[in-house]
T-cell receptor
Framework: RKEVEQDPGPFNVPEGATVAFNCTYS??????FFWYRQDCRKEPKLLMS???SGNEDGRFTAQLNRASQYISLLIRDSKLSDSATYLC???????????FGKGTTLSVSS | DAGITQSPRHKVTETGTPVTLRCHQT?????MYWYRQDPGHGLRLIHY???????DKGEVSDGYSVSRSKTEDFLLTLESATSSQTSVYFC????????????????FGPGTRLTVL
């Protein structure tokens, strides 16, 4: 299994739709998980950290399943401004660096 | 937004020339990182620093060197640029109060687009 694996998409959805992204990771010992957002030709920006109990920030919900080594991001009521690439990020085995997935591209249309 | 700047923002150079990219932060964060981002590869770590004059290699360090003489500046040098080093280079920082090295939230600079002809 690759260290961090994501479906590259693109996911094309209409405004108002609910969309879910999944990510699998290989390091069973990892303790840190994040979702970053990257707009075209811009730097990645933290969207949210992912906690074992799951966490929500407005329209965004992140879930972690340690047994399956699986992370998800749910976006409800999609907006045009949500169009971006979403990067799944997991700490490496040694706990010394973050490993970035290649990203999932979302395009929200009106 | 975290106070991170990169210079230059764009550069075109020729194969075989040395190139230095600069990352400057005003956040007094301890840890700094250099990544490159290429289509089909995502972000890959080149080098990182865990303090002034303390640096180490990342996943793709061949052909690159770094220096950090003060907290706020982290320099990336391509010793002899090759076409395979054409990429977008991002600097990142982490290490606010209580932050753990390597696994804490990282904040990115705006990037440098480098083209090696």
């Amino acid at each position: 299994r690759k260290e961090v694996e994501q479906d590259p998409g693109p996911f094309n959805v209409p405004e108002g739709a609910t969309v879910a992204f999944n990510c699998t990771y290989s390091n069973s010992a990892s303790q840190s998980f994040f979702w970053y957002r990257q707009d075209c030709r811009k730097e990645p920006k933290l969207l949210m950290s992912v906690y074992s109990s799951g966490n929500e920030d407005g329209r965004f919900t992140a879930q972690l399943n340690r047994a399956s080594q699986y992370i998800s991001l749910l976006i409800r009521d999609s907006k045009l401004s949500d169009s971006a690439t979403y990067l799944c990020v997991v700490a490496n085995q040694a706990g010394t660096a973050l490993i970035f997935g290649k990203g999932t591209t979302l395009s929200v249309s009106s | 937004d975290a106070g991170i700047t990169q210079s230059p923002r764009h550069k075109v150079t020729e194969t075989g020339t040395p190139v230095t990219l600069r990352c400057h932060q005003t956040e007094n964060h301890r840890y700094m990182y250099w990544y490159r981002q290429d289509p089909g590869h995502g972000l890959r770590l080149i080098h990182y620093s865990y303090g002034v004059k303390d640096t180490d290699k990342g996943e793709v360090s061949d052909g690159y060197s770094v220096s950090r003489s003060k907290t706020e500046d982290f320099l990336l040098t391509l010793e002899s640029a090759t076409s395979s080093q054409t990429s977008v280079y991002f600097c990142a920082i982490s290490g606010g109060q209580g932050a753990a090295f390597g696994t804490d939230t990282q904040y990115f600079g705006p990037g440098t687009r480098l083209t090696v002809l």
